[in-house]
């Protein structure tokens, strides 16, 4: 049976262009083109399609678009036609649940993406496309509906998972700085340790320090932590799998392409029972860390669809936080710990580099209608005498009167704690960056009153300094 499409596009050739090539599909009918906001609600109520196609509305914008359809239609799946330019936001659209392709569009994408089994929930929500089943260059081959029918009726496909009943609702929170310096690795570091420190219904909070500065993270040495084993460690076994599979499908995994380990990926079981294989553990703390690699050329390696698996696996375990310290870039690795996160902390220092960088940055996540409420900024450093006032960059940043902006002070504990790899939080006594830390801590994570309290660590004898413990 075929399923219908409606096109929603104020380009009038692409989409004319489009249901003519559409018209002998076996897969797909296209029941309708709507130019228009209003003229699209009116279809939707009208034709019922199944499937929409969601080119560029100059009126509106497609992510807003997209999540006032999908509350009125929770059953419809959605597919963005993107300019090669757009690209760059493909996380974002995957975190909303919608299918990319690329303009101009190929009727082989949409027939492909009709074959394919729909990711609906017992609650009817469409969960939206698992990675490698996005969008295809203009430059790679077409495949044939024909072949294609073929390699989806012998494959297994595994939907985006729901979190497993019993298991505490987890946190997923990304430390980003879009400057180098401003000191998001010991915040990240520090905000680690204080959920390590609390309790959830009598025990101690399961947390999780991912290092995804891929080829120069510090993680795991500003906690004196062997670097092995680590991320890449992981994708090893990754590959492993994924070759394994590709074999057992008849493919030369030598001769193939990106975009098809992209496709294997999306179908590869997703298991977080045995992960704790890759981690490092903080014994003091209990906390575990995901290092990156100690190689620096080990990081070339390291895919975006590898760094997709991680996360979603990462998403099923058993953490109740899950804590990502990223690089001061735009990679692939920073973009898709941006988008899975639930809360992302936005590090700088009050300088006017680094203000810059946060600024353009928060116009860029705005122009892509990322959720403003999720971002937390954090101003550290913060000296009592400063040329710009939090109330300035606040203003600046174009943030709403209600919004807090978090500030660590400049504290003398501070460049001790980074210099000794003892973390502030595991210090006795109270200190003005502490307690900032805490305070940002809590609005991350709120602790319900009475069923949680610091957990009681045992102590340990000072260990040497972060220069002994590199150098001897």
């Not at 010991?186 to 991912?210: C, D, H, N, T, W």
């Not at 002070?409 to 003892?422: H, L, Q, R, T």
């Not at 830390?437 to 957990?455: C, D, M, Q, R």
Request: net charge negative.
């Amino acid at each position: 049976m075929k399923k219908s499409l409606l096109i929603v596009d104020e380009d009038m050739d692409a989409a004319h262009l489009l249901r003519q090539q559409l018209s002998s599909s076996q897969w797909l009918e296209v029941c309708g083109h709507a130019a228009s906001v209003e003229e699209a609600w009116k279809m939707l109520q009208a034709c019922k399609p199944a499937m929409v196609l969601l080119g560029g509305l100059a009126e509106t914008e497609r992510g807003v678009l997209c999540q006032q359809f999908r509350l009125a239609f929770p059953h419809l799946s959605f597919i963005a036609a993107c300019v090669p330019q757009e690209l760059m936001w493909e996380p974002f659209f995957r975190n909303l649940g919608i299918w990319v392709v690329t303009k101009p569009v190929q009727p082989s994408q949409i027939e492909a993406l009709a074959m394919m089994p729909s990711a609906v929930s017992e609650s009817g929500i469409n969960r939206g496309p698992q990675y490698g089943e996005f969008h295809k260059s203009p430059m790679q081959s077409e495949v044939v509906p024909q072949q294609l029918q073929h390699t989806i009726a012998e494959t297994q496909f595994y939907p985006a998972r729901p979190v497993t009943a019993g298991l505490p609702s987890k946190r997923l929170i990304t430390v980003y700085g879009p400057k180098g310096g401003v000191g998001k690795t010991f915040l990240s570091r520090e905000l680690a340790i204080f959920f390590s420190m609390q309790k959830k219904e009598g025990r101690p909070l399961r947390v999780l320090a991912v290092d995804f500065n891929l080829d120069l993270g510090t993680f795991a040495t500003t906690l004196n932590l062997p670097r092995t084993p680590n991320i890449y460690t992981w994708v090893q076994d990754m590959d492993d799998q994924l070759q394994a599979m590709a074999q057992r499908q008849g493919r030369d995994p030598q001769t193939m392409r990106n975009d098809e380990w992209q496709e294997l990926a999306a179908v590869m079981p997703l298991t977080s029972h045995d992960i704790s294989k890759y981690m490092v553990r903080h014994d003091e703390t209990g906390l575990d860390v995901l290092t990156s690699p100690r190689d620096i050329r080990h990081s070339f390696e390291i895919k975006d669809y590898h760094l997709y698996l991680i996360l979603e696996t990462l998403k099923q375990s058993y953490y109740d936080v899950i804590l990502i310290d990223t690089a001061p870039d735009t990679t692939d690795a920073t973009i898709q710990a941006l988008f899975f996160a639930e809360q992302v902390v936005m590090v700088g220092n009050p300088v006017v580099d680094s203000i810059e960088n946060i600024q353009r940055l928060l116009k860029l996540l705005r122009e892509a209608e990322y959720p403003e409420e999720r971002i937390q900024v954090c101003m550290n450093r913060l000296q009592r005498k400063e040329m710009f006032t939090l109330e300035e960059i606040r203003a600046y940043f174009q943030l709403h009167p209600s919004k807090r902006i978090f500030s660590i002070p400049d504290d003398a504990e501070v460049k001790k704690s980074i210099n000794s790899g003892n973390p502030v939080m595991l210090q006795p006594g109270r200190a003005a960056a502490k307690d900032a830390i805490e305070t940002l801590g809590k609005a991350l994570l709120p602790i319900e009153p009475g069923k949680a309290e610091p957990a009681v660590r045992p102590k340990t004898k000072e260990r040497p300094s972060l220069f002994r413990w590199l150098w001897g």
